[in-house]
């Protein structure tokens, strides 16, 4: 189960098998990154691509203007282009970020 985050009013929690997969058909640029944060606390900003992310250690907390959701070791979570979002961790995060840019 992927958590779709609650930015363009869509359902909390739903499977993202079920909706806004799309863009994976679709030519574009794809990656893979693996991102470790010691200690981070970022402004909300504007996302610039469709973002697949797996948290390996640690937890982070994404905010929006719709509120907030903290994601921990194991959880996986889905970030929209053009989403506005802020994210703050407190202790040694890692994550494999999954992202998709469309041309």
């Known amino acids: 189960r992927i958590t779709v985050l609650n930015f363009d009013k869509q359902n909390i929690n739903s499977d993202i098998s079920n909706k806004d997969i799309q863009f994976l ?6 990656w893979v990154e ?6 981070l606390i970022q402004p909300s900003i504007k996302t610039t691509e469709n973002k697949l992310v797996t948290i390996l250690e640690g937890a982070i ?13 194991g959880d996986t979570f889905y970030i929209k ?14 994550m494999i970020n999954v992202c998709y840019q469309a041309p």
């Open 34 to 39: 693996v991102e470790q944060l010691c200690s």
């Open 61 to 73: 907390e994404i905010g929006s203007s719709d509120g907030t959701a903290t994601f921990e070791t």
């Open 81 to 94: 282009k053009d989403s506005e979002i802020s994210m703050k961790a407190d202790v040694k995060t890692k």
């Open 25 to 30: 058909n679709a030519a574009g640029k794809m």
